[in-house]
C-alpha cells in the first residue's frame, strides 16, 4: 500500500503552475513569443510594467479585464490560452480557453480574453496593482509573458475618504 501511494505521489507531479515549457517536446527552441496588451480598435498596445489596465463592467454586472495577446513566431489559426489576475490579498482570477488566432502583419492575435473578478468588488480592484500573466501553447510549444498593471477605471470612478468610490454615472459603491 505504501508503495502505492508513493506511485500515485510521484506520478501526480508534473510541470510546474508556472506553465508549460518554452521549448517543444523534443527539447528544440519553439519560436513563439506573447505579449500582454489590449486593443483599441485595430490597435494593439502591449503592456509595460506599471501600465494602467481598465477594469470593464459588463452588462451582467460582473468585472473583468478584457486583453489582447500578440503571439509571434506562429501561423497557427488557434492557440491554447491561458491567463490569470493575481491581486495581492484577493483569491487569483484566471481563465483557460482555445482561441482563433487572427493574423494582422508579422503576428498573430488573440482577442477577447476575459479574466473575471467574480468575488471582487470595484472598490477591492480599483488602484491595485496586478501580476498578469499569459501563456500560450501551440503544437507542444509554449510562450509565456507577465506584466505588473494598475487597474483603473475609465468611467470616472474616485476613491473618496470613507473608502468608498464615487463615480460619474453609477453613484457611490
Not at 473583468?64 to 491554447?80: H, I
Not at 476575459?114 to 510562450?143: P, W, Y
Given at each position: ?105 508579422d503576428a498573430r492575435y488573440a482577442n477577447d ?61
Amino acid at each position: 500500500m505504501v508503495r502505492f501511494v508513493a506511485l500515485m505521489l510521484v506520478a501526480g507531479c508534473g510541470s510546474s503552475a508556472a506553465g508549460p515549457p518554452d521549448a517543444a517536446a523534443d527539447g528544440a527552441p519553439c519560436g513563439l513569443g506573447v505579449a500582454i496588451g489590449s486593443k483599441d480598435g485595430d490597435a494593439f498596445a502591449a503592456y509595460d510594467d506599471g501600465d494602467s489596465a481598465e477594469i470593464v463592467l459588463g452588462f451582467q454586472g460582473f468585472l473583468f479585464l478584457l486583453l489582447s495577446l500578440r503571439v509571434e513566431g506562429t501561423d497557427a489559426d488557434t492557440a491554447e490560452v491561458s491567463a490569470r489576475a493575481e491581486v495581492e490579498g484577493l483569491s487569483p482570477s484566471w481563465t483557460r480557453s482555445t482561441k482563433p488566432l487572427h493574423a494582422d502583419g508579422d503576428a498573430r492575435y488573440a482577442n477577447d480574453v476575459q479574466i473575471f473578478f467574480n468575488t471582487s468588488s470595484l472598490a477591492d480592484l480599483l488602484g491595485r496593482e496586478t501580476l498578469l500573466s499569459a501563456s500560450v501553447q501551440i503544437d507542444g510549444c509554449a510562450a509565456t509573458e507577465e506584466r505588473r498593471v494598475v487597474l483603473v477605471d475609465a468611467q470616472g470612478c474616485v476613491a473618496q475618504p470613507d473608502g468608498g468610490l464615487a463615480c460619474v454615472d453609477a453613484g457611490s459603491l
